[in-house]
């Protein structure tokens, strides 16, 4: 089982603000890192560290963590955000590399 | 243009053996950590292996330990990652994966999978 939880899915009006969330302990010394994946494409990255957005990802996407949980924040959601979200971080030992079970979002 | 493309996968029977490559291109590969990441058809990620950019420290999921072993040749610019007792549940599309380790201002570690290839399928079946 996976040591980090996302809800299984969360959805948003167009244009509206969504927040997803990743809890696990580890994410009280780690940063979480945000993947996005749409329908038969490989993952992409969105947010790393305290909140990074790689070049080319939009500035409504933005990343926080209080706690053991980490957030990713989509600020005026638009049609094509609609995809799945994955949080990774590391396990209790530190090295292994760890991914949440995953949040398809629905933009209505 | 930065670029990793996995080959390798197929059909492949129960407890036999199959050999991934991961070929990068556009940045310096041996001056990165590499990682393979799995999906089980309609499932989510799971990360399977990672090898530091010598070679010299590597880790592997609990699911996969004893059974894959990770490899890379810095001069070849390619990863790999060796697969052998196959079981239905290594059913899956392989990622390689580029990993980068970030710091914020108070020491605290993030990874980031930067880069991925588009992934290759591997099935366990008889």
């Known amino acids: 089982s996976s040591e980090l939880t996302q809800d299984p899915a969360v959805s948003v009006a167009l244009g509206q603000t969504v927040r997803i969330t990743c809890q696990g302990d580890s994410l009280r010394n780690y940063h979480a890192s945000w993947y996005q994946q749409k329908p038969g494409q490989a993952p992409v990255l969105v947010i790393y560290g305290k909140n990074n957005r790689p070049s080319g990802i939009p500035d409504r996407f933005s990343g926080s963590r209080s706690g053991n949980t980490a957030s990713l924040t989509i600020t005026g959601a638009q049609a094509e955000d609609e995809a799945d979200y994955y949080c990774?971080?590391?396990?209790?030992?530190?090295?292994?590399?760890?991914f949440g079970g995953g949040t398809k979002l629905t933009v209505l | 243009q930065v670029q990793l493309v996995e080959s390798g996968g197929g059909l492949v029977k129960p407890g036999g053996s199959l050999r991934l490559s991961c070929a990068a291109s556009g940045f310096t590969f041996s001056d990165y950590y590499m990682t393979w990441i799995r999906q089980a058809p309609g499932k989510g990620l799971e990360w399977v292996s990672y090898?530091?950019?010598?070679?010299?420290?590597?880790y592997y999921a609990d699911s996969v330990k004893g059974r894959f072993t990770i490899s890379r040749d810095n001069a070849k610019n390619s990863l790999y990652l060796q697969m052998d007792s196959l079981s239905a549940e290594d059913t899956a599309v392989y990622y390689c994966?580029?990993?980068?380790?970030?710091?914020?201002?108070?020491?605290?570690?993030?990874?980031?999978?930067?880069?991925w290839g588009q992934g290759t399928m591997v099935t366990v079946s008889s």
């Open positions: 090898i530091s950019s010598s070679g010299s420290t590597i």
């Open positions: 994966a580029r990993e980068g380790a970030y710091f914020d201002s108070s020491g605290r570690l993030s990874d980031a999978f930067d880069i």
């Open positions: 990774n971080s590391r396990d209790s030992s530190g090295n292994h590399r760890v």
